[in-house]
């Protein structure tokens, strides 16, 4: 059985500052791993993905995230907020590459 | 490309009425999946399909809920009857199996529900 989790269910960072998203992963076998980002009102956004090659994966719009198999982590950061970076992330996880689940989500703000 | 195209964006219904919900996938696309999202469970599979055939119906929550795939551009997700419990956004998403790894789906902008 696969389980993410994602610590803070709320992050808030000054514009300008490091943004950091927690996810933890549980998956009997090696993962592929991703990030959406969800804006207001609309569907969920690709922003990267892990699928066995690098470790360190970028993404759109600044993201990366580092995959680390002896902490079961994933976790989402770029060095600098803007403000459009606010919205909500979901980390999934996915055995078979194709039925995902879905961590409950953080949300970000970015204050000015 | 188009994207993911749902309809209706906006569904409002009396409880007990039948609601469908519409998807047309990406052109070449060959897996489609239901999802629902409510602000106490989060985003919740609910049925996916590969090459039109349902796989996994695991997540469908009761049987009032039914989804088709008639052909590879179109998909339906069924309620009746409907319930205000059934009020949440309901997403639609596909993505390509081609062998290989890692199979991003991409997601509709969603259809919210609202049963009164």
């Known amino acids: 059985a696969q389980s993410v989790t994602q610590l803070g269910s709320h992050v808030s960072v000054s514009e ?3 943004v950091l ?5 549980s998956s009997s076998v090696p993962p592929y791993l991703f990030w959406y980002v969800q804006y207001p009102n609309q569907g969920l956004q690709l922003l990267l993905k892990y699928t066995s090659a690098a470790t360190l994966v970028k993404g759109i719009n600044g ?3 580092e995959f680390k198999k002896s902490e079961t982590s994933f976790h ?3 060095p600098s907020a803007h403000m459009s970076d606010a919205a909500e992330y979901f980390c ?4 078979s590459g194709q039925n995902f689940v879905f961590g409950p989500g953080t949300r970000l703000s970015v204050l000015p | 490309d188009a994207g993911v195209i749902q309809s209706p964006r906006h569904e409002v219904t009396e409880m007990g009425q039948e609601v469908t919900l519409r998807c047309k996938p990406i052109s ?5 999946f239901w999802y629902r999202q409510t602000m106490m469970r989060g985003l919740e599979l609910l049925i996916y399909f590969n090459n039109n055939v349902p796989i996994d119906d695991s997540g469908m929550p009761e049987d009032r809920f039914s989804a088709k795939m008639p052909n590879a551009s179109f998909s ?3 309620i009746q009857p409907s319930e205000p419990r059934d009020s949440a956004v309901y997403f639609c998403a596909s993505s390509l199996r081609s ?6 789906q991409y997601f509709g902008p969603g259809t919210r529900l609202t049963v009164t």
């Open chain 1, 92 to 95: 999934a996880v996915s055995a």
């Open chain 1, 76 to 78: 989402l950061t770029k």
């Open chain 1, 16 to 18: 300008g500052a490091l």
């Open chain 2, 99 to 104: 062998g290989g790894a890692g199979y991003e």
């Open chain 1, 21 to 25: 998203l927690r996810c933890n992963y």
């Open chain 1, 63 to 65: 993201f990366e995230a």
């Open chain 2, 28 to 32: 070449g696309h060959n897996s489609l």
């Open chain 2, 76 to 78: 339906t997700l069924k």
